[in-house]
Structures are given as C-alpha cells and as structure tokens.
C-alpha cells in the first residue's frame, strides 16, 4: 500500500463523540515523558479501510504481489480456560519478581557512569525470561539474572522452570498452528547454530543441550508430564498491560 | 567380597527404612511422575540421609539416582518388607494411567496433536484471502 490508511503518528478515533471526550486530554494533558511530541487525533473514514477485521473473525494475509504473509490473526489461539489460568499465573509470578527490560541508557559526556532510564512513555511491565546475551559492554550467554528480591535458588529454579514449560507448550502450538513461514527462520537458525533451548539445565551444564526433553504443566490442578516435548528458543519476554 | 555386598545391602535397608518411616517421602514418591518431581524426591531424602547412595553417583543427576533408587528396590524380598514403599509405587503407577487419558484429552482440545499434522489441518479452516476484503467466522 504506497499510502497507508489510516496513516502513522496518529490518535485513531472512530466518531466524534470520542474525539471530543479525549480531545482536551490528547492536546493538553501531562505526559509521561516530554521529549516526545504529541500526536494529533485522527477521525477515521471506515469507508477508505482496505479490511476491517471483527472481533470473531480469524485471518491470513498474503500479499497479492509476492505471495509472502503479511499477517496473521487467529482469535482463541489459546481457547482453554484452564491453561489460560495456569499462563496468566506464570506471568503474573515473572513480572513480580523480575526486572523489567524496558530500560533507556544515556551516556553523558561529562560523567563516566551511565545513566539508567525506565522508558517514561511504557505503561505496564515487561520482562525477559530464558537465555541472556549479557551486557552490552560484557556479552555472554547465561540464564538471565534479572530477579528483583533476594529468594532461595529452589524458588528462582522453581520459577525458571515453569517458565521454560510455559513457552515450550507455545512453541509446540506456534508449530503446529501457525503457518511455517513463521517459525521456519528460527527453527533453521537453532539447527544450524546449535544453541542452546530455553532450558536452563542445559545451560548450567547439569543436563545435555538437547531439542526436546520432559515439561510438566499444572493445569486445573492436573500434573501432566510429556516426554519429548520441544524445548522453546532460547530466550523470551512476558509482560503485563504493556504498551508501546 | 562378601562383607561388601552385606555392606550395600545394609545401606540398600537403611535407604528404605528411612523412606517407609516418612510420611513426606511416601507422598512425594508417589508423586514421582516427572523429572520435576523425582529430583524433589531425591532432595527431600538426601535432606534427611545425606549419604543415602555412594559416592559413584554423586555424579549423577537426581533423575538417574531415582532410578536407582528404583533398581535397588527391585530386588527380591523388598516389596514385601516395605510394604508402604511398595504401596506408593502401586499409587504412582495408577496416578501415571490417570493422568496419560487427561493428558490425551488436554492434548486434544489445545489442538495440539502429535499424532497428524495439524499446522495444514488448522490453517486450512482459517480464511486468507490475498487481496479480497471478506471474513470468515471465527473457528470453532
């Protein structure tokens, strides 16, 4: 699309109504971080949308041209309580107890240290969780070591691997339920380098770094193991009423 | 030669009374369904008898010192002198059936299906048009 609709930097509303409830807000209210300029608001013409996709709807799309896919959006990806309960608990667990990864860095040219921001303009929280790249200044692989309080190492491993059980289930779904173009980068990027799973036995050097291995889920008070389920790639984010 | 094997069979006896005689540990044994829970296991009896096995396996992970946990009360005459053991591995072996037909029925309403290729069985049902603005209802 040469022109897109409706076009970027803006407030979309959808009557006037709202554009006049949020109008004072959008052009007078305090903002979170002041370096940013504020965005106009935009009422939107559904007549000139190219697609306008409701709420039960599932779609792909491709591009007429190429034939590549430009998106996806698979409504009830997820579509069982239970399991929602028992992800929602996990996230809910990392964002409490880990640092969020939304930090802004500023290097001041009078002062050797640098500075540390959380980015004023991100609601919510987000976290990383699996593998590490390290600092900037000092990379290396590793479990990420971004726990806020002092806990014991069975609670963190405890955590870790839940965490890690977590996102070897999504994986499995994102396999078996999304088109292969998406996951087809990756998967070929883990075989050819070998690196190591989210699994942090593995990591640690207590397990052998292997593909596949055991995960257990408590899903509505149920325990169920599986063998041979495929670990995650290597690192993740969890987060909660982010925004960006 | 000999006094050694009366020696491992004594350590092999100690092992498993301080087990029979624990309420924590028949619990957690019966529970022992996933790696998870077999290295806890583990943990919680070597708490108690940090020399439960010889120091060839300090190597091992706990996973592997659970089955030799198991390898050694497989020999003959312990099922019938530590009854509660052998009780709460009956309950564990029943807990692993109960859980395989949850599992099978969890698997199955995730749609996540080992057993057919389910990314072209799913994607199938899901509109894509390449250029058309249409919808489709959402899955079932």
């Given at each position: 699309m040469k022109t897109p609709y409706p076009p970027k930097y803006k407030w979309i509303v959808e009557s006037k109504a709202i554009a006049d409830l949020w109008r004072d807000h959008i052009d007078n209210g305090p903002q979170p971080d002041k370096r940013h300029q504020r965005y106009p608001l935009f009422l939107l013409d559904?007549?000139?949308?190219s697609l306008d996709v409701d709420s039960d709807t599932d779609l792909i799309v491709y591009d007429?041209?190429?034939?590549?896919?430009v998106m996806v959006i698979l409504r009830?990806?997820?579509?069982?309580p239970e399991l929602l309960s028992s992800m929602g608990d996990i996230i809910k667990a990392n964002v409490e107890h880990r640092k969020s990864m939304r930090v802004c860095i500023i290097q001041s040219i009078y002062f050797i240290i640098s500075h540390h921001f959380f980015q004023l303009a991100d609601p919510g929280k987000i976290v990383q969780v699996g593998i590490s790249a390290g600092a900037r200044s000092k990379p290396s692989l590793d479990?990420?070591?971004?726990?806020?309080k002092k806990h014991s190492d069975d609670f963190v491993d405890d955590l870790d691997r839940k965490t890690a059980h977590a996102f070897s289930l999504l994986w499995m779904l994102i396999r078996r339920r999304l088109p292969d173009e998406l996951s087809d980068d990756l998967v070929t990027w883990m075989a050819e380098t070998g690196i190591y799973r989210m699994n942090k036995e593995a990591v640690r050097g207590f397990r052998e770094n292997s593909a596949t291995g055991e995960i257990e889920l408590d899903i509505g008070g149920n325990s169920l193991d599986f063998q041979w389920a495929e670990l995650a790639p290597p690192s993740g984010a969890m987060a909660a009423n982010y925004s960006r | 030669m000999a006094s050694r094997g009366r020696k491992t069979i004594s350590l092999h006896a100690q092992v498993f009374s301080t087990v029979e005689g624990n309420p924590t540990l028949l619990d957690l044994l019966e529970i022992t369904t996933s790696d998870a829970r077999k290295t806890e296991f583990i943990k919680a009896l070597l708490k108690i008898m940090?020399?439960?096995?010889?120091?060839?396996?300090?190597?091992?992970?706990y996973v592997q010192v659970f089955q030799i946990f198991l390898t050694w009360f497989g020999q003959p005459g312990n099922s019938e002198t530590f009854s509660w053991i052998d009780f709460s591995i009956q309950l564990r072996q029943r807990y692993i059936f109960d859980q395989r037909f949850k599992k099978r029925q969890f698997i199955t309403d995730i749609g996540l299906?080992?057993?057919?290729?389910?990314t072209s069985h799913f994607i199938s049902k899901v509109n894509s048009p390449y250029d058309a603005v249409r919808k489709s209802s959402s899955l079932s």
């Amino acid at each position: 699309m040469k022109t897109p609709y409706p076009p970027k930097y803006k407030w979309i509303v959808e009557s006037k109504a709202i554009a006049d409830l949020w109008r004072d807000h959008i052009d007078n209210g305090p903002q979170p971080d002041k370096r940013h300029q504020r965005y106009p608001l935009f009422l939107l013409d559904p007549a000139k949308l190219s697609l306008d996709v409701d709420s039960d709807t599932d779609l792909i799309v491709y591009d007429k041209k190429t034939k590549q896919l430009v998106m996806v959006i698979l409504r009830n990806f997820t579509d069982h309580p239970e399991l929602l309960s028992s992800m929602g608990d996990i996230i809910k667990a990392n964002v409490e107890h880990r640092k969020s990864m939304r930090v802004c860095i500023i290097q001041s040219i009078y002062f050797i240290i640098s500075h540390h921001f959380f980015q004023l303009a991100d609601p919510g929280k987000i976290v990383q969780v699996g593998i590490s790249a390290g600092a900037r200044s000092k990379p290396s692989l590793d479990w990420v070591k971004n726990i806020l309080k002092k806990h014991s190492d069975d609670f963190v491993d405890d955590l870790d691997r839940k965490t890690a059980h977590a996102f070897s289930l999504l994986w499995m779904l994102i396999r078996r339920r999304l088109p292969d173009e998406l996951s087809d980068d990756l998967v070929t990027w883990m075989a050819e380098t070998g690196i190591y799973r989210m699994n942090k036995e593995a990591v640690r050097g207590f397990r052998e770094n292997s593909a596949t291995g055991e995960i257990e889920l408590d899903i509505g008070g149920n325990s169920l193991d599986f063998q041979w389920a495929e670990l995650a790639p290597p690192s993740g984010a969890m987060a909660a009423n982010y925004s960006r | 030669m000999a006094s050694r094997g009366r020696k491992t069979i004594s350590l092999h006896a100690q092992v498993f009374s301080t087990v029979e005689g624990n309420p924590t540990l028949l619990d957690l044994l019966e529970i022992t369904t996933s790696d998870a829970r077999k290295t806890e296991f583990i943990k919680a009896l070597l708490k108690i008898m940090p020399n439960a096995f010889p120091k060839k396996f300090s190597g091992n992970n706990y996973v592997q010192v659970f089955q030799i946990f198991l390898t050694w009360f497989g020999q003959p005459g312990n099922s019938e002198t530590f009854s509660w053991i052998d009780f709460s591995i009956q309950l564990r072996q029943r807990y692993i059936f109960d859980q395989r037909f949850k599992k099978r029925q969890f698997i199955t309403d995730i749609g996540l299906d080992w057993t057919e290729n389910t990314t072209s069985h799913f994607i199938s049902k899901v509109n894509s048009p390449y250029d058309a603005v249409r919808k489709s209802s959402s899955l079932s």
